[in-house]
């Protein structure tokens, strides 16, 4: 990282090849450092959800991909929303997916249900 040290992409991708490798500590402190530098790094946000969630950290995961889900609904990046809200859902933080389910537009409500209805 000594050529790109204050890039959050440069930590994001680090932190991304770290988890493939099943580095899943390495890859944490990744992200963490890219949302350092940038704490509206959507991505980073929810690979760290992601990472935490796979590590049993469920709360700690729930917060990421919630707030990963605001970030790219801002965004306008309905794939990328439908992903954080699945993400978030296997949490089990029942709390955080109805508000996040009620900041829905009524059409990412409806691909919701038609992805995992209930």
């Known amino acids: 990282m000594r050529l790109y040290p204050s890039s959050a992409k440069a930590h994001y991708n680090l932190?991304?090849?770290c988890r493939k490798l099943?580095?899943?500590?390495?890859?944490?402190?990744?992200y963490k450092k890219a949302?350092?530098?940038?704490?509206?790094?959507?991505?980073?946000?929810?690979?760290?959800?992601?990472?935490?969630?796979?590590?049993?950290?469920?709360s700690l995961a729930a917060d990421h991909l919630y707030k990963a889900g605001l970030l790219l609904l801002k965004q306008g990046n309905g794939?990328?929303?439908?992903?954080?809200?699945?993400g978030l859902k296997r949490t089990k933080s029942k709390e955080l997916v109805e508000?996040?389910?009620d900041k829905l537009s009524p059409e990412l409500r409806q691909e919701v249900a038609v992805l995992s209805p209930e």
């Open 99 to 101: 508000t996040f389910f």
């Open 35 to 58: 949302l350092s530098i940038d704490p509206d790094y959507a991505g980073a946000h929810y690979n760290l959800g992601l990472t935490y969630g796979g590590k049993g950290f469920f």
């Open 79 to 86: 794939g990328g929303v439908l992903r954080a809200f699945e």
């Open 15 to 17: 932190g991304v090849f």
């Open 22 to 30: 099943g580095r899943h500590e390495e890859a944490i402190s990744q």
